[in-house]
């Protein structure tokens, strides 16, 4: 079982930013292909970000954060990231990352991140 590390979020002012880590307590990082969620009240789980797995993995991420959020991944340190900036009050939400490789996905427990004066 893959057991994450999480640091990150809290409450925001709009306008600002924050970052997220997920640290995954497993060997072979790099050939997972690693993932962020968010959930907010009332709504799915939506897909922020993607990274391929490998050294050069491909980043993407979703239409409505684009320009705002970016994803990385360091894999000798084993940790995903995901870098917010210009927060906005609908960003608000639960912020989950997860791993997948082939029929197996490790899901972290999740952050929260508030976005409010």
């Known amino acids: 079982q893959v057991q994450f590390e999480e640091s990150g979020g809290g409450l925001v002012q709009p306008g600002g930013s924050t970052t997220l880590s997920c640290t995954a307590s497993?060997?072979?990082?790099?050939?997972?292909?690693v993932e962020w969620y968010r959930q907010s009240p009332g709504k799915e789980r939506e897909l922020v970000g993607t990274?391929?797995?490998?050294?050069?993995?491909?980043?993407s991420v979703a239409d409505s954060v684009k320009a705002r959020f970016t994803i990385s991944r360091d894999n000798p340190k084993r940790t995903m990231y995901l870098h917010m900036t210009n927060l906005i009050p609908e960003d608000t939400a639960v912020y989950y990352c997860?791993?997948?490789?082939?029929?197996?996905?490790?899901w972290g427990q999740g952050l929260q991140v508030t976005v409010s004066s």
């Open positions: 997860k791993m997948v490789y082939g029929p197996y996905d490790y």
């Open positions: 497993v060997g072979g990082f790099s050939i997972y292909t």
């Open positions: 990274i391929t797995h490998g050294h050069n993995g491909q980043a």
